[in-house]
């Protein structure tokens, strides 16, 4: 059998080419020749050779990299999650490496004055409240109102393009965790959600998409033979990603979503939380496709830092029947149904601003009625008719069978 450099067995290419893989091959695009170019990624942005875009874009022979953008957790996935940071200089590229989330969440007027395209190459995990994908909306509404053209290398949603899962973001929810009225769970690439929202919210951008090849509907991410990088420090493999459409709701209340433990968002619990008690509870409700079993463990950062904490740990038992938002909503409503004296709502961080969870969720529903049974039924019911109704508004901009 033949073996690589390095004594490695040969591998089969993989089946799925992004757009970063494409145009590493050499595709041309009108929206890059002869123009300057800034790149919004970090690590996530590689070819299936291990290559960065960033190298890619520099090595293109009609086009200059002129600047990067870095969204939150830097250019190279350096930073935990909320850390905010400055503008810096990329010694390897020798451009400046502008900050979208840190003073500004889009790119002002002066970090586009030597640009002409910004390319966008950031593996997204087409969940609302994942920022890359409100940065993704703030590039495109700069690009529009300074007279930019944006380039989009479409990358797979790591769970597939079937499944829409939440209730729509309400007006007046906006925020860098939903910049746009959609569900918690797109079922949409990042290209394809670029070419709605340009369309929908009027945006004008002059953009383009550079479609993947081969990739399906049916496809996870580990169907397609690309590597797996992580797109944040808490979001170690697609098993995390699964669950996080609705474990994230957690970061709007005072129990660990599971930061500073080896399973984030995949465990979550408090020191007064009985895990064996609130497994029970959650389990009565016979969740499609999920186990949450007891787990104790002590958080090493973020919340509870240092302590024991009594919790549950998901396991998915079966991945086309799991509803990530679903199983969220059951578990906010038994710890807040269990532990009354305990529970909280994270306060607003200043006077006339939203509870965090209220924008992680949409509105102000969850957080009003959760706890109550009648509540738990009439918001579940809302967010399937909302998300049976975001199916049939992306249709026109899909791009894959």
Known sequence: MNRAAGGRKDEPRPCVRSGADRLAAGLGHPLLDGRRLGLV?????????????????????????????????????????????????????????????????????????????????????????????????????????????????????PLGGFVCEGGLLKPGYESMVGAWTMPIRTGMTIGELALMANDKKGLGCDLGVIPMERWERSMEYGDTGLPWMLPSPNMPDVDTVRVYGGTCFFEGTNLSEGRGTTRPFEWIGAPWMDGEAFAEAVNRHELPGVYAHPVYMTPSFSKHQGKLCGGVRLFVTDPDRFQSALTGLVLLHEAQSLYPEHFEWLAPPKAGSRHFIDLLTGGDEVRSYVGQKAGLKRI???WLQDSEEWKELRRPYLLYS
């Open 41 to 157: 990624t970090n690590p996530t942005g590689i070819t299936a050779d291990f290559r960065s875009t960033a190298s890619v874009c520099a090595e293109l022979p009609s086009s200059r990299l002129t600047a990067l953008f870095a969204c939150e957790h830097g250019i190279r996935g350096q930073h935990q999650a909320g850390v905010r940071f400055e503008d810096e200089r990329d010694e390897w590229f020798g451009v400046p490496v502008y900050s979208l989330y840190g003073r500004h969440t889009r790119p002002q007027s002066y970090m586009l004055d030597e640009v002409d395209t910004v390319v966008f190459d950031v593996q997204d995990l087409g969940i609302r409240f994942y920022t890359y994908l409100s940065t993704l909306l703030y590039v495109m509404e700069a690009c529009a109102e300074n007279g930019k053209s944006l380039l989009v290398l479409d990358r797979p949603n």
């Open 380 to 382: 579940a019911a809302d």
